[in-house]
């Protein structure tokens, strides 16, 4: 068994340590009692700035995880041996783990002052991870890493579990069909700006989807089912139930052709709600959304991910885990790719106002079709080596990769053959063990 000695167990240590440890090993215990840290003959942890009395690993705590109140200065940035490490001590370590995964996984610097973008969001340039050039690594694996290793020099025979990678394929449907599931009127609309544009070429397309002899494009349902199948993957879909403002565009969930859809989809794939554009800060706008969408889906649901990953820390986390949901998967960048929360692996939200851990599981990405294309302005070949970097990255830690598309991006040949290239890539990661 590990031992991790702290004079004082607080909230923020104790949550650190359950997703550290949890991922590590099954058997570990915290304690407050120096005697049983000396007694201990095992693998041991010394967390204080005291004199180590045994033969354990010895780390420095930093205030912020000791206390429960909201330090206005950042941690500066430091490297071990390349590897970028926050709270650097003067121990044999090198520094505070727990205070550093705690500063990454808390989104610690998203409770303090910052410029909005201009969605009202926290925009990656204004996180330390790209100030100080590591947004694009998952630190917070690198240093449970780290430490697994260091625990391995001190106690040769320690054991750990055995994990491995996996992958689950997220999409947001903003609007389901790029011609389906409009009102008849709309559709002779349509047509007509159509004709006035000379848009012929549309226009057949068009028909051809409205009278059944053409797929319409922005359906990826059948294509979605063969790539899980193909590399064995979960996927959730995550679907808009609001009302249409300037920057939602859903289609009306209660429409026959976007119902079948939604029905067809659950039967090989979780079905999430996708909150509007306003819902962040408003839950009773969030509960009314996750209603419809359980009346039209016939499920419970109780994952998301946040329109525009537009959200505000805590109270859109909080909103989101009193109406139900137990899983989100905003827990990314819009404007950058890379590891917003540092990590590839799921972690519980914590909660710095109460100073609590939820029982909300943020499932983060560190990819999404919309930031290579409209943000950094990637070609489909720089956007697939892009890719191929953070499937190796996460697979190297163990983690969950979890890319982000839309279904009008995969209706084009590009980013389909990129979708397809990906899960061919994953396999083979797999199959080979690299």
């Known amino acids: ?14 949550y650190t340590c359950n997703w550290i440890f949890g991922q590590l090993m099954s058997d570990w215990k915290l304690t407050e009692s120096m005697e049983d840290y000396r007694n201990h003959t095992g693998a041991k942890i ?3 700035k005291i004199e180590n009395p045994g033969s354990g690993l010895h780390i420095h705590p930093a205030e912020l995880i000791k206390d429960d109140l909201l330090h206005s200065e950042l941690p500066v940035k430091s490297t071990i041996e390349e590897m970028p490490v926050l709270y650097r001590d003067v121990t044999e370590f090198g520094f505070d783990i727990f205070s550093a995964v705690f500063f990454m996984l808390s989104r610690y610097e998203e409770y303090l002052p910052f410029e909005v973008d201009a969605h009202y969001r926290f925009p990656a340039s204004q996180s330390l991870a790209f100030q100080n ?18 625990l391995i020099r001190l106690q040769p025979g320690i054991q750990f579990k055995t994990t491995k990678p996996s992958c689950i394929l997220s999409y947001d449907i903003d609007v389901a069909f790029k011609f389906r ?6 559709k002779i609309a349509s047509i007509l700006k159509d004709l006035s544009s000379f848009n012929f070429k549309r226009i057949i397309e068009r028909l051809k989807v409205m009278s059944g002899t053409m797929k319409d494009p922005w359906d990826i349902s059948d294509f979605v089912k063969v790539q899980a199948e193909k590399i064995g993957a979960d996927c959730v879909f995550f679907f808009p ?9 859903s289609l009306d969930l209660s429409n026959q052709e976007v119902t079948a859809l939604i029905n067809r989809i659950k039967q090989f794939a979780h079905i999430g709600i996708h909150p509007s554009y306003f819902s962040p800060e408003n839950k009773l706008k969030l509960q009314q959304e996750m209603k419809t969408l359980e009346r039209v889906a016939g499920l419970s649901i109780f994952q998301s991910r946040q329109h525009f990953l537009r959200f505000k820390i805590p109270d859109t986390f909080l909103n989101l885990s009193e109406s139900g949901i137990r899983e989100d998967f905003s827990m990314a960048f819009p404007d950058m790719n890379g590891f917003r929360a540092g990590t590839s692996h799921p972690f519980n939200f914590y909660d710095l106002k109460n100073e609590c851990e939820t029982g909300l599981k943020i499932f ?3 990819i999404m079709d919309q930031t ?5 302005k990637y070609s489909a070949e720089d956007s697939w080596e892009i890719i191929k970097k953070y499937i190796d990255l996460v697979f190297r830690y163990n983690g969950i990769f979890i890319p982000i598309f839309h279904n009008d991006h995969l209706a084009g040949k590009d980013w389909m053959e990129i979708h397809d290239r990906m899960t061919t890539y994953i396999l083979n990661h797999e199959t080979t063990g690299e």
């Open 1 to 14: 068994m590990l031992l991790i000695y702290t004079s004082k167990a607080t909230p923020r240590f104790n």
């Open 46 to 48: 010394f967390y204080d």
């Open 133 to 150: 050039s590591f947004l694009q690594l998952p630190v917070c694996d690198m240093w449970v890493n780290y430490l697994k290793e260091n």
């Open 181 to 186: 599931g409009r009102k008849m009127t709309r």
């Open 241 to 249: 139930a609001g009302q249409k403002t300037e920057y939602d565009r």
């Open 364 to 366: 983060p990405s560190c």
């Open 372 to 376: 290579c294309i409209h943000y950094l």
